[in-house]
């Protein structure tokens, strides 16, 4: 009999210390938020995270000179007014343009579109009118800056200059145009220079237009 007593409460004592530790270290375990149908708290992340590259003026440097074929003094000047009031660029379009004008002119040019961190280039064509004070006609080289240009789909449309932001830095001139949140900023060099093109348009097309209104 007083085995059988000692062996009860050796018995009991064990269980009483086995349920104490198991509910010190959570063996009694609680349905996670996994598998009651809750998300995880990770932190999610924001519906729009992607920055967009650009490029900055001492990239540019080079690549305008050679492209004009003038100094790289002249071609930082010229970027840094242009950099001083946009900002840095997502890219460039390269080509040429003819034009002429008394007093009612015409564009017409050609080139290529190249976005930051994009190894492809696309082909652009652009045309239209411009209305001002000037005359004659020009064969230039025009390097176009490009601003929050998001979709190359965009680019196809129609970019009224910016009236008043025409000028001359170290003998390359300058406009601005804008439609849609985009900028453009034409940097144009050649014979018979003018900058008549910020009192119009010119529409930017995957195609040649002729018919330039």
């Not at 440097?61 to 010229?78: I, L, N």
């Not at 001083?84 to 008394?102: H, K, T």
């Not at 003998?171 to 439609?179: F, K, S, T």
Request: aromatic share 10%; net charge neutral; with cysteine.
């Amino acid at each position: 009999m007083i085995k059988r007593s000692i062996l009860s409460v050796i018995t009991t004592t064990a269980l009483t210390l086995a349920l104490g530790a198991c509910s010190a270290t959570g063996g009694g375990q609680q349905p996670s938020s996994a598998s009651n149908g809750a998300a995880p708290d990770y932190g999610q992340p924001s519906a729009y995270q992607s920055n967009i590259d650009t490029y900055s003026r001492e990239e540019l440097v080079e690549v305008t000179a050679d492209f004009f074929g003038v100094t790289a003094e002249a071609a930082a000047s010229a970027l840094e007014r242009v950099f001083s009031d946009l900002g840095r660029p997502v890219g460039y379009i390269a080509g040429e343009e003819v034009s002429g004008a008394a007093g009612i002119g015409l564009r017409y040019g050609e080139g290529y579109l190249t976005l930051k961190g994009d190894t492809d280039q696309h082909k652009v064509y652009w045309q239209g009118p411009s209305l001002g004070f000037d005359a004659g006609g020009n064969a230039s080289r025009v390097f176009t800056l490009v601003y929050r240009l998001n979709d190359t789909d965009r680019l196809y449309q129609r970019f009224p200059g910016v009236e008043g932001s025409a000028y001359f830095v170290a003998g390359l001139g300058v406009n601005y145009q804008r439609a849609d949140g985009i900028t453009l900023a034409p940097i144009r060099s050649g014979v018979g220079l003018r900058a008549g093109a910020n009192v119009g348009y010119l529409a930017y097309s995957r195609q040649r237009n002729w018919i330039p209104f």
